[in-house]
């Protein structure tokens, strides 16, 4: 085990945040996480697990051991007339899996190309976009118990998925560490195409009968075209949850602002939050070092120096005028640190 001092995290969170860490280590197996976990609380050393870096917040240097998750593989154990299952090491990035699995016709995760992060993330947040959310193709993750250093499988129904939520966000938060995630994937597709402009870009293309190549295609299309690069411009991709409210309420809001837009689900209706968001008038707005992107106003940006206070400080503005302007509250996706 190699324990680093005095690290710079600015490379490994896709904010771009200059923040340092007091010890550092990469751990590349279940056994070396359990070392670097051991060493951790015999120094009585507070602890951060770290992916990608692409759904946190750095708003001081962190007093403590920051664990690098580099936990690779991808392996088919399972496969039956319908199905693949597949086990993923929590270090392998997301969109690397998912370009994986369209080259071998595993379908299921097509729609969540380019989505930033690592396979260990995923689940935490119930990641989703175009129509298709993580616990749709989750079959159980392997996590090791922080404290006790045993391991333990956990079903979809024991994940208890919401949106962008499960356990490890809030029961279990900071208590287990996801080392690897099972996925049950479709030999013949199902494919979604209604959700956003996917037909759009499919029909504009000339594309009729999509596969699950073509899926994936259009969804990184349309995703660079709104979302900044985090290599280019320091982000996290979506600040905030889409909030649900009430029919009632939707029906109240639409009556002021008949253009907003709402989609029902099982809880109510969801309303886009950026739309909220550049309604209020925060679009390409920049304060400083830091602002709300040009193209997508869900997006908070770092465009260089700035600090997560800073971006704290704007979403706080944000949630304030959004709550005055619609009387909705928006809630931040981003875990802060």
């Known amino acids: 085990m190699n ?14 945040i200059a923040k340092n860490a007091r010890f550092f280590t990469v751990v590349a197996s279940i056994n070396g996480l359990k070392e670097a976990l051991a060493w951790a609380k015999k120094q009585n050393q507070k602890v951060l697990i770290l992916g990608g870096g692409s759904n946190i917040l750095l708003t001081a240097d ?13 392996k088919l154990i399972e496969e039956s007339e319908d199905y693949y299952w597949i086990e993923v090491g929590a270090g392998e990035i997301w969109h690397d ?32 976009a175009y129509g298709v959310e993580i616990q749709e193709v989750f079959e159980s993750l392997l996590a090791l118990d922080r404290e006790k250093l045993t391991l333990k499988t956990f079903s ?12 490890f966000k809030h029961g279990f938060k900071d208590q287990y560490v996801i080392c690897s995630v099972r996925f049950k994937l479709r030999k013949k597709p199902e494919l979604k195409v209604e959700y956003g402009a996917i037909r759009d870009v499919l029909n504009e293309n000339g594309i009729h009968n999509p596969g699950i190549r073509e899926i994936s295609d259009a969804v990184i299309a349309i995703r660079s075209s709104k ?29 002021n602002f008949p253009e907003i837009p709402g989609y029902p689900t099982q809880e109510g209706m969801k309303v886009p939050a950026g739309w909220l968001i550049e309604q209020a008038g925060w679009k390409g707005k920049r304060i400083g070092e830091v602002g709300v992107h040009a193209k997508q106003a869900l997006v908070l940006v770092n465009y260089g120096d700035g600090d997560g206070m800073e971006i704290i400080r ?19 996706e981003v875990n802060f640190i």
């Open 62 to 74: 962190f007093d403590g051991l920051v664990i690098k998750i580099e936990i690779k593989g991808i």
């Open 227 to 255: 979302l900044p690069d985090p290599k280019e411009i320091g982000n996290a991709g979506s600040f905030f949850k889409n909030p649900t409210i009430d029919q009632a309420k939707f029906t109240e809001l639409k009556s």
């Open 3 to 16: 324990i680093q001092e005095n690290i710079s995290l600015r490379g490994l969170n896709t904010f771009g």
């Open 156 to 167: 979809k129904e024991e994940c208890k998925f919401g949106y962008r939520e499960s356990v």
């Open 97 to 128: 899996l998912v370009m994986y699995a369209i080259t071998q016709n595993w379908a299921g995760l097509e729609n969540l190309s380019l989505i930033p992060g690592t396979v260990g993330a995923s689940p935490m947040q119930n990641i989703g």
């Open 314 to 332: 704007l979403s706080e503005q944000i949630r304030s005028s959004v709550k005055e302007k619609f009387g909705i509250e928006l809630q931040p």
